[in-house]
């Protein structure tokens, strides 16, 4: 079975600071990596993910994440933080049920974006 | 652009009762699934289907039942309602079944069981 452990349940920056959140996986094939937003009481919102085309992925609202196999990790960075970017972040990785298949998620990352 | 919409979005329920979930994509996707959201445990899948007629069971099955007759509609029914249950439940709908395909996600429904 697959897993997916993200480090630190809260992380806090100042507007304008770098933004990494850490996601380590545990797969026994080459996975398929994705990283999930949720703001407040909504649904969650794809912002990237890994599919083996390329370990350095870009997303949506200036996010990215790297693909490490070595580590088996996959972090996700964003150069400056938005007050917007205050969130929960989920990073999952797919793993097949024959017909279908689930994402197994860590158990996310609250951010915290400071003025 | 509707996507994936559920209802409702808040519900209690007493102990025992029974209730259905609704959960409709716009999207002609054929996969959908439900996923219930815990506190510090991420996302568990409950059930899904590949397509019309077809279901299966995932992770958290137990408690829940599910059908599918359209393409459109996945409702989730809990057939007795247990504390245990309060959650947030999310649909999910994708345009395959592969791994590598990215979920579409409702924007959840409360439910609190007392």
């Known amino acids: 079975a697959q897993s997916v452990t993200q480090l630190g349940s809260h992380v806090s920056v100042s507007e304008g600071a770098l933004v990494l959140l850490r996601c380590n996986y545990s797969?026994?094939?080459?996975?398929?990596l994705f990283w999930y937003v949720q703001y407040p009481n909504q649904g969650l919102q794809l912002l990237l993910k890994y599919t083996s085309a390329a370990t350095l992925v870009k997303g949506i609202n200036g996010f990215e994440a790297e693909f490490k196999k070595s580590e088996t990790s996959f972090h996700l960075t964003k150069p400056s933080a938005h007050m917007s970017d205050a969130a929960e972040y989920f990073c999952a990785v797919s793993e097949s049920l024959g017909y279908g298949n689930k994402l197994v998620f860590g158990a996310g990352t609250i951010l915290r974006v400071k003025s | 652009n509707a996507g994936v919409t559920q209802t409702p979005k808040f519900q209690v329920l007493k102990t025992g009762q029974s209730m259905t979930l609704q959960c409709a994509q716009d999207m002609n996707h054929e996969y959908m699934s439900w996923y219930r959201q815990d506190p510090g445990m991420g996302l568990r899948l409950i059930h899904y289907s590949v397509g019309a007629g077809i279901t299966d069971q995932g992770e958290v099955p137990n408690g829940y039942n599910v059908s599918r007759s359209t393409t459109e509609d996945f409702p989730l029914r809990l057939l007795s309602a247990a504390p245990s249950q309060t959650s947030v439940y999310f649909c999910?709908?994708?345009?395959?079944?592969?791994?590598?395909?990215?979920?579409?996600f409702g924007q959840g429904t409360r439910l609190t069981v007392v």
């Open positions: 797969s026994s094939v080459p996975p398929y």
């Open positions: 999910a709908s994708s345009p395959g079944w592969g791994t590598n395909t990215e979920a579409f």
